[in-house]
């Protein structure tokens, strides 16, 4: 299981450096068409791409350091056991769904590599069946990594997995000190 969270901190990184060099390339598209009035080919394409490519970058880490989406209304009212038993229905569910969204992305990426599939037109294109893999490969991760979790879930002390990392605490300069 190490090596699946290294290997997550990583895909991780890598969507944060994705993230930075695409506000670069928004603010110079942006200086582009204000200043010059020639914005930067296929930017949009690029943007569009990306998106889906960053988000599920981050899935696997998101799940491994318990950081999904979820409410806790329901399972604090229930028993330890009952808690344990709606995690593991959870982690199933989240197993299946995007172990679900893999199977169903292969032929897709197959296709896109067997026609040479892209967006944009002109000067830029942009070739789309990366970005389709990569949605393939992180699914699977994800999927792996809710299993993962459903069973450290399963050999925990008690039916307890691991927090979500604490947030940073907040700084004295914007503290109250009265």
Known sequence: MR??????????????????????????????????????AGTKEILQNSVIAVTFLQLPLAVYSGSMLRTTILLDSLSPRGARMLRVFAWLLGALLFAAVAYASIPPALAAIRLGEYEG???????????????VVSSVFAAVAYVSAFITDLRGPQGKVPDAPKPAPKSLAGADQT
Not at 7 to 26: E, G, P, Y
Not at 123 to 129: G, S, V
């Open 3 to 40: 090596l699946q969270l290294a290997i997550a901190r990583w895909a991780h990184v890598l969507s944060a450096v994705w993230v930075f060099l695409l506000a670069l390339l928004i603010i110079a598209d942006v200086l582009g068409r204000t200043l010059f009035l020639h914005p930067i």
């Open 121 to 135: 037109e002109g000067a830029m294109r942009i070739y789309t069946w990366p970005v389709r893999c990569l949605l």
